[in-house]
């Protein structure tokens, strides 16, 4: 009985000890076949790479920038180059395979343009091959010259003076306090390069909360009349803060002009707007999220605070114009509201703000 059971452990060893050596055979064999596939990869990969910098080399030729003897020396370095490259890293990944084939089962840590690892995980995992809890995970490694993202995104802080332009009026008879009326936006943008080959023109997109303020002078303060319009009237008591908040979600959409620095090495192109002038041109269009006023005044002796949220006729919806001009991300903005302020007002006033921009 204990030979039956001594035979059948040394046999059930046995076909374990053949079963993983198989596995392991399988594993050196498939390491094999993606190294070998990776060997075409790499000549396409640097064939292609070449062929991205002969046309950049190309257009620097039309453009003027360089002379054809120099294009022509610019060339043969390039090809130079990419032929070294696939000679060099062809050698890296037949080493790999001789280490394999020599080593057998023994474990043989594959780096650089190996495009596989080893990870140790339980359980089951579809599509991965797995052996006593050992996975072997493909990665692809690239090798393609990143050229310049057309698209970058920024975050955009502006603020500054808030009033209206007021139908018949100039604005130094605006009814509204220069000084105290205010605004405040922020929001994100996209700026996407228009032309291939130039940064000098991009396309500017995204979205923005503006809160545009409004301090009536005097004593006065909005009221909703009756009769649908919006009007300053005096207030009862003495006030000592008036002021009516309109908050807008709108999506601004510029063109924007200005030099830019190129920044070219072997392995990418990017254009820097650092230490550069810009200007924008553009405008805007969305939605009146809320109105709200805000009245601080003495009554008998108590300070009171009003928060009055209406709807106080305002546009719902809110579009304009706009513009900056500056340098680096300090800008100096302005937008015109083509909406009137007021929905069907007698004099339409239109909202008006001047001040900073930042893109951070």
Request: net charge positive; aromatic share 12%; glycine share 8%.
């Amino acid at each position: 009985m204990k030979k039956i059971t001594l035979y059948t452990t040394v046999l059930f060893c046995a076909l374990l000890v053949q079963t993983v050596s198989s596995q392991e055979s399988k594993k050196v064999k498939s390491k094999i076949e993606v190294l070998e596939e990776l060997k075409t990869k790499i000549t396409e990969q640097e064939k292609n790479a070449l062929k991205i910098e002969v046309e950049g080399i190309n257009e620097r030729l039309e453009d003027g920038q360089i002379s054809p003897d120099e294009a022509k020396t610019l060339k043969e370095t390039a090809a130079k180059k990419r032929a070294l490259n696939i000679e060099n890293r062809l050698a890296i990944v037949n080493n790999k395979i001789e280490l394999l084939q020599r080593n057998g089962n023994e474990l043989v840590e594959l780096e650089s343009d190996d495009v596989s690892k080893i990870e140790i995980d339980f359980g089951s995992n579809d599509g991965e091959e797995k052996l006593f809890g050992i996975k072997w995970v493909n990665k692809e490694r690239k090798y393609d010259i990143k050229y310049d993202r057309r698209t970058y995104s920024d975050l955009v802080i502006a603020v500054g003076l808030n009033n209206a332009i007021i139908e018949g009026q100039s604005l130094e008879d605006t009814p509204y306090k220069v000084g105290g009326s205010r605004f405040f936006e922020m929001g994100w943008q996209w700026r996407t390069r228009v032309f291939k080959n130039s940064n000098f023109m991009r396309f500017n997109y995204g979205f923005s909360f503006q809160f545009n303020g409004l301090k009536p002078k005097g004593n006065q303060y909005f009221v909703a009349a009756e009769n649908g319009q919006t009007e300053l009237q005096e207030f009862e008591f003495d006030l000592r803060k008036s002021k009516l908040r309109m908050d807008n979600l709108v999506f601004p959409v510029h063109f924007e002009f200005g030099p830019s620095k190129l920044r070219k090495t072997e392995n990418k192109i990017r254009y820097s707007l650092k230490d550069n002038f810009r200007i924008g041109v553009g405008g805007y269009g969305g939605f009146n999220l809320g109105t709200r006023q805000k009245l601080k005044y003495d009554r008998n002796g108590d300070n009171v605070k009003d928060k009055l949220k209406r709807g106080y006729n305002t546009s719902d919806f809110v579009y304009g114009l706009s513009a900056y001009v500056g340098y680096d991300g300090v800008l100096l903005y302005a937008k015109y509201d083509l909406n009137p302020i007021f929905r069907d007002a007698v004099v339409e006033q239109r909202n008006i703000s001047l001040g900073l921009r930042f893109d951070l």
